[in-house]
């Protein structure tokens, strides 16, 4: 966990000059792999601990999932997988992430 609420992740990234998703990744120290190992329900995963995200090939909106399994990064403090499916679809933690990452898409 990088950051204690999604108001001070977003406070933050505001000071940069761009909200270039690549530049956050690497700015944040974060692993970004992407993988066709994954079930085609599964768009993505992370584990915060280690700061490593996953990402499906096949996901349909690669954009969007690499922005939502960022802000797991940032908010996140778990050494399990954070799993972006349609088993988790629904959650506190998984809203949070979707809410964070559209708000980055549209800044």
């Known amino acids: 966990m990088i950051f204690d609420s999604l ?6 990234l505001d000071t940069f000059i ?3 998703i690549d530049a ?7 692993s970004l792999h992407y993988t066709e190992s994954l079930p085609e329900n599964i768009n993505g995963y992370t584990v915060p601990l280690t700061r490593t995200m996953f990402i499906n090939e096949h996901a349909r909106n690669k954009l969007f999932v690499k922005h939502h399994e960022f802000i ?10 954070l799993i972006e499916s349609v088993y988790m679809e629904g959650t506190r933690i998984e809203h949070r992430a979707d809410v964070g990452a559209l708000a980055m898409m549209i800044k």
């Open 18 to 20: 761009s909200y270039d």
């Open 7 to 12: 108001e001070e992740a977003m406070n933050n």
């Open 72 to 81: 797991h990064c940032l908010l996140d403090e778990n050494a399990e997988p």
């Open 24 to 30: 956050f990744i690497k700015y944040f120290k974060i």
